[in-house]
């Protein structure tokens, strides 16, 4: 991946911030005409630094009101075991995120569910059905202090 320069990074601060700010908007605040800033924020999208444009959803209109992280610690550990896993974890709607870790525990594992029933389903039907999960450790988030998906870029 090549070196982002200045205006780059003013470009990804800025739709970060507003990612339905308009290129006419946008190019006003950068200091370019509107077609050189299409065409760089086309290129940022082309080499993938730019990966998708999202609405962020409040989770609780969603019932989805319960955040668990569980630690999942593995038997086994090969390449193998590791792409069977993700390609598993892949497919499970509840999972938002997740993390192979050093540590005590193998991955690290972010959901959102409605209520304790379902978790109980996600942790015993599916997470320590995992290939050679062995040890799961679970933490019910009491309250959301921040949660953002900014990354400063100047």
């Known amino acids: 991946m090549r070196e982002l320069d200045r205006i780059d990074r003013r470009i990804l601060d800025l739709l970060q911030k507003d990612g339905r700010i308009s290129m006419t908007d946008l190019a006003a605040k950068i200091g370019l005409s509107a077609t050189p800033c299409t065409e760089r924020v086309r290129r940022l999208e082309r080499e993938g630094v730019i990966t998708g444009y999202h609405a962020h959803v409040n989770p609780h209109a969603l019932g989805k009101n319960l955040l ?4 999942i610690k593995l038997s086994a550990k090969s390449s193998e075991v590791f792409d069977r896993v993700k390609k598993e974890l892949s497919f499970v709607p509840e999972v938002m995120e997740c993390h192979l870790v050093s540590g005590d525990f193998d991955y690290l594992v972010k959901a959102r569910i409605t209520e304790m029933g379902e978790y109980r389903r996600l942790l015993g039907n599916i997470l320590l059905k995992l ?10 988030v009491m309250e959301e202090l921040k949660e953002t998906l ?5």
């Open 68 to 71: 668990v992280f569980v630690e």
């Open 131 to 140: 290939p050679s999960a062995a040890e799961s450790r679970s933490y019910v």
């Open 150 to 154: 900014y990354i400063p870029a100047e």
